[in-house]
């Protein structure tokens, strides 16, 4: 019989043995996830404080082209003086723009 109750013994402490390994294996698992966890909060954090940013830069964008949209709008709607500025404005700024980019086409060759 003491041979039968150390054979039960063994397997008792084969099982606690055995449970301490899925166990620590369980606390190295959640610990991994806890960790994982924090750094989606974070990075979540960080792409909201970066979406606020961009909000606030597009309302700045919308009052500068709105300001600017009534302002032409006036020119176009004073005196023919005016308009014959504007089109001398206008077709100055085409030329610049492909000189512009006739310069660059040329220094990335």
Not at 61 to 75: D, E, I, P, Y
Request: with cysteine; proline share 0%.
């Amino acid at each position: 019989m003491a041979d039968w109750n150390r054979g039960h013994g063994s397997v008792e402490d084969l099982l606690d043995a055995e449970n301490k390994r899925l166990a620590d294996n369980l606390a190295t698992k959640v610990s991994r996830l806890k960790s994982l966890a924090y750094d989606i909060d974070r990075e979540a954090d960080d792409q909201n404080e970066y979406l606020d940013g961009m909000d606030s830069n597009f309302l700045s964008a919308t009052g500068l082209l709105s300001g600017s949209v009534k302002r032409f709008s006036t020119m176009v709607r004073s005196g023919r003086d005016n308009r014959r500025i504007l089109c001398y404005v206008s077709i100055g700024l085409v030329v610049v723009f492909f000189l512009l980019y006739y310069m660059v086409s040329r220094i990335q060759r």
